[in-house]
C-alpha cells in the first residue's frame, strides 16, 4: 500500500509566464480545464530542493533531499483549483523510479546542481539525462528582491501559489490526483538571471514571449496524500 510523504520545499523560485490559454488546453487530458487569471493561462517554472522527503510519521532526520525543477501549469477539475505537472526532473535515480511506480509523477532523472552562490541567491542547474526523454536544460541564480508580500485571495500571486491538490496523467491514459496541506505561502518578490532554459521545448511547448513573473519562497512544509486516480 502507497502511503503519504512529508516534505520541506526550499529555495523556490516561482517564474511565471502568461500564454494563451489553448496552447495549454491543448496539452491537458480532457478530463481537466485549463484556469486562467485575466483571461491568460500560465506556465510556470519551479526550481527548488525537496528536502527531507520521507513516508508521513517518519523522523524528518530520515528523510531523503532531492533537488527538484518542474514545469507546472493551472487547472480546475469540478471546481477545484489545481496544478497540473508536464514534467519533474530530479536527481538521484531510486527517488525518481520511485516516484513513477509508486506515485505516478512524469519525474525525469537530471543531473542538478542547487547551493548558495557568493553573493547569498540560489545558484541552480539542471540536465536532464532520462533515457529516451528530450534532453532539457536549465541554469539561473535567483533570490529575493523585496520585502514579504500579503497576497489578497484574488490576486495573482494567490492564484499561482496557494492550490492544495496536483493533477499528472500516466503513461497509459489515466488521470491521478494528489492532496498536499500547508500552510500560505511566504512569497517574496524575486530576480532571476536565466542563463538556460529549454524546458519549454523539451516539453512541447514554444518559448513564451516576455518576461515571466517571479517570486521567491524560502521554505514550506508540505503533508502530500497518496496518489489517486480520479
Known sequence: MVIGLEMSWRALLFANWPVDPD???????????????????????????????????????????????????????????????????????????????????????????????????????????????????????????????????????AFLTERYRFYTETPFGTVRYTDVDHDPWPLYPAEADVESNTLFRADGFADPAGDPVLYYSPRLDIAASPSRRR
Open 23 to 157: 496552447v495549454v488546453s491543448a496539452h491537458l487530458p480532457d478530463a481537466l480545464a485549463v484556469d486562467t487569471y485575466d483571461g491568460d493561462a500560465w506556465l510556470s517554472v519551479v526550481p527548488f530542493t525537496n528536502a527531507a522527503v520521507r513516508p508521513r510519521g517518519v523522523p524528518e532526520s530520515l528523510g531523503v533531499d532531492l533537488p527538484e525543477l518542474n514545469l507546472r501549469t493551472y487547472v480546475r477539475v469540478d471546481g477545484e483549483p489545481s496544478v497540473y505537472f508536464f514534467s519533474l526532473d530530479a536527481q538521484g535515480v531510486a527517488s525518481v523510479v520511485g516516484a513513477r511506480l509508486l506515485h505516478h509523477l512524469p519525474y525525469f532523472y537530471a543531473r542538478i546542481d542547487h547551493h548558495r552562490a557568493h553573493d547569498g541567491r540560489v545558484r541552480f542547474e539542471s540536465r536532464r539525462l532520462h533515457p529516451g526523454a528530450r534532453p532539457a536544460h536549465f541554469a539561473a541564480t535567483y533570490g529575493p528582491a523585496g520585502d514579504r508580500l500579503d497576497p489578497d485571495d484574488d490576486s495573482l500571486a
